[in-house]
């Protein structure tokens, strides 16, 4: 009888120690700790269902967070810059020349009313 008492005590201690781990959120997102996907979220960022925040996550895979990713869509295995764009994602410089001289022929032609004459 003494043994079946031991017993019992025991096994609801644990019991009740099992469910207290299966409630418990150390990094207070929300999200229980054997749900949580991505554990130490950065206390006032909002997760998804899986406890992970953009700052947490790297849809693309490019090492760039989401949260500091500007081409979230990086193509798999892309070198990319500091904000996440590989260089066939950025505007090169024929096109910043492009952009430049359009912008000379348009002041220039206003400055001497070139167009519509």
């Known amino acids: 009888m003494f043994l079946l008492i031991i017993v019992s005590v ?4 644990s019991n009740d120690s099992h469910q207290v781990l299966e409630t418990e ?5 929300g999200i229980s700790n ?5 554990p130490d979220t950065p206390e006032g960022e ?4 899986h406890g ?26 892309k070198d990319v810059y500091e904000d996440g764009c590989s260089a066939s994602q950025t ?5 910043l020349f492009s952009l430049t001289a359009l ?6 032609s206003s400055r001497f009313n070139i167009i519509g004459k």
């Not at 959120?25 to 997102?29: A, E, P, Q, V």
């Not at 054997?34 to 991505?38: A, G, K, L, Q």
């Not at 505007?91 to 096109?95: K, L, Q, T």
Request: proline share 7%.
């Open 91 to 95: 505007p090169g410089f024929s096109f």
């Open 46 to 49: 909002n997760v998804d269902p």
């Open 25 to 29: 959120d150390s990094d207070g997102d």
């Open 52 to 77: 992970c925040s953009d700052s947490q996550k790297d849809s693309d895979g490019d090492g760039v967070s989401d949260a500091d990713d500007e081409c979230p869509d990086t193509p798999s295995g």
């Open 103 to 108: 912008i000379a022929i348009a002041v220039l």
């Open 34 to 38: 054997v749900d949580d996907e991505c």
């Open 10 to 13: 025991f096994s609801n201690s």
